[in-house]
């Protein structure tokens, strides 16, 4: 139930770690002294990009490699010193490239006959996607002078009230009364309430949880108001918007982005009776308080054993393609996932594709819960997903946020509808509740957190919003995303608090990309409905597509417009029959 890190590096002190790291050294401070002398030559400017992009390929190879290994080991032991010291080092390493890919993308900008050069080399023609966006998005780009500038002044600016807030939150205690017993304890803890069968520990958490907000909420303002305020300055100076920076990250158009929106409206009425419904299973008259959003219906516990989960995944990924089965199966045998829940590891789940070995490693904490199984299979599908890009260049790996859920949420419909054929009314009550209240979390809840950021911006253009503003803005996209599904008695004024992405300059609008990821895996695998066996190889092609062609493009492959709201109105009605099915099974 442990991974194996060795594939990486055996340990911090050896030979291959420190190699490693010197190599990593050297090569960074040779390939600043090229840009300088070589980026400024317009002549021979395939020969200079070609170089780059060799530059470029070993530079993130070595850095992916260390920072990995370092990450991976830290986040299972958050008490190992030596890998904390090492991710700073890193992180530090890392910011050194800033000046090269400025003087690149300085270099692009300069170039009018890039269409005409690619075609005339093999290694260019193969990264032709990324030179022309980089291309593209060259016109946005400051002098060399000011983008290093600005990446020196966010280590005083938006990174230091991003760490500030994180230890706000971090170290807030929550005064809480318990049973009779009056406790303090961190905030994680008390938002885990938030699931408990009892509905009393259910409201003391939330009444106790928006009470210790008044701890923190004027320094949290003054972070969000500080990084916000360098966010608009900063965007402003290139020439767009927040949310078109977003759009052109996620390789997105804005047409897109309106469709979705449009069909997300249209159905908000439809969750808002999935919640209506379950405030009458819980007994409110007034629609569902916000601290009963994730109460747990039914009385059913559907346990596994490990070996029961990897049994259970991998029989059921093969009734979809033998190879995500055998892929599973390879990651299961060879020791890619820590699922052992212990002091000191991370909470939560994650993968990690490392490209330079390829392979991946996935985060877990595994109890047995049916859950726990939907994890480990929406983790794998990160996985899958991650093992369709490892025979491209390293350049062409990386795909936008978007559509980084496509295999994930494939992959753990894939499970979960197998274990809908096999359960009882009750369990499939269960079952269905906890999946429509995940996708009400991803539609609803990010639709509000959307409207929120939006009017955030907007009002952070003229001033610095007050902790009253700030409040009133979330309550206020709180009741447009959730209708009268929610009592207005019991929002969470304070959810802006609580999100650490508005806390993040280089994640703004870190919301949206969530919804459309639902909304896309979920009509991926509608196609595959319609087309059955016929389609698990383009599947595959378009999974390795995704680091080279923009979102648009890699879903025409198989003949969806994402410009078309009726592309995710048929995602929608998806989960709106899942919703029809969950009120049925609750009345019977």
Known sequence: MRWSLTELYPSFDSEEFQGDLTKLKKA???????????????????????????????????????????????????????????????????????????????????????????????????????????????????????????????????????????????NLLVDVEIDGEK???????????????????????????????????DSSAAALNGIKGEVLTVTELRGYSPLEEVLIQSRMDKKALDAMFTAIKEYLPVFHKYYRQKARILGHREGLPFYDLFAPVGDVD????????????????????????????????????????????SGGAFCSNIHPIGESRIM????????????????????????????????????????????????????????????????????????????????VDIYSRYLFESRLFEIRRDHSLSVDELKNLMLEAQKEAYGDGLDHEYLHPYMWINKSHYYSAGRNFYNFPYAFGLLFAKGIYAEYLKRGKDFVAEYDRLLNATGKKNIKDVAAMVGIDVNDPDFFRQSLSLIEKDIEDFIKLSVK
Not at 44 to 64: F, M, N, P, V, W
Not at 191 to 206: E, I, L, S, T
Not at 312 to 340: C, G, H, M, P, Y
Not at 418 to 435: F, G, H, M, N
């Open 364 to 443: 877990a904490n595994f109890e047995g819960s049916f859950s726990n199984v939907i994890t480990l299979a929406h983790e794998l599908g990160h996985a899958y997903h991650g093992s369709t890009l490892m025979d491209e260049s390293i350049l062409n790996s990386r795909y936008p946020m978007p559509i980084a859920e496509t295999a994930s949420i494939f992959c753990e419909t894939i499970v979960v509808n197998a274990q809908l054929e096999k359960s009882t009314d009750q369990e499939k009550l269960s079952i269905l509740e906890s999946s429509i209240s995940d996708a009400g979390q991803v539609i």
């Open 28 to 170: 960074i401070d040779e390939f600043n002294s090229w840009c300088d002398e070589k980026l400024n030559i317009p002549e021979d400017a395939r020969i200079r990009l070609e170089e780059y992009i060799k530059y470029s390929q070993d530079i993130t190879s070595l850095l992916t490699k260390l920072i990995t290994f370092a990450s991976l080991t830290s986040s299972v032991d958050a008490n190992d010193e030596e890998a904390l010291k090492y991710l700073d080092q890193l992180s530090v390493l890392g910011s050194k490239l800033t000046k090269p890919q400025v003087a690149l993308q300085k270099f692009i900008k300069r170039l009018d006959d890039l269409n005409e050069l690619i075609p005339t080399s093999k290694l260019l023609y193969e990264h032709e996607f990324y030179l022309k966006e980089i291309k593209k998005n060259s016109k946005y780009m400051l002098s060399e002078e000011e983008e290093v500038l600005i990446a020196k002044l966010r280590n005083t600016g938006s990174r230091a009230w991003a760490n500030l807030q994180n230890k706000l939150v971090s």
């Open 183 to 217: 406790k303090s304890l961190p905030l994680p803890v008390v938002r885990n309430m938030a699931y408990h069968k009892d509905q009393g520990v259910r409201k003391a958490a939330y009444e106790a949880e928006l009470k210790s907000y008044e701890k923190i909420e």
């Open 302 to 345: 559907i346990k596994f054993t490990y070996e029961e989960a990897q049994d259970f995944i991998v029989d059921n990924f093969r009734t979809f393609s033998v190879k995500l089965a055998d892929f599973a199966q390879t990651a299961f045998d060879n020791n890619w996932l820590d699922v052992e829940p212990r002091k000191g590891k």
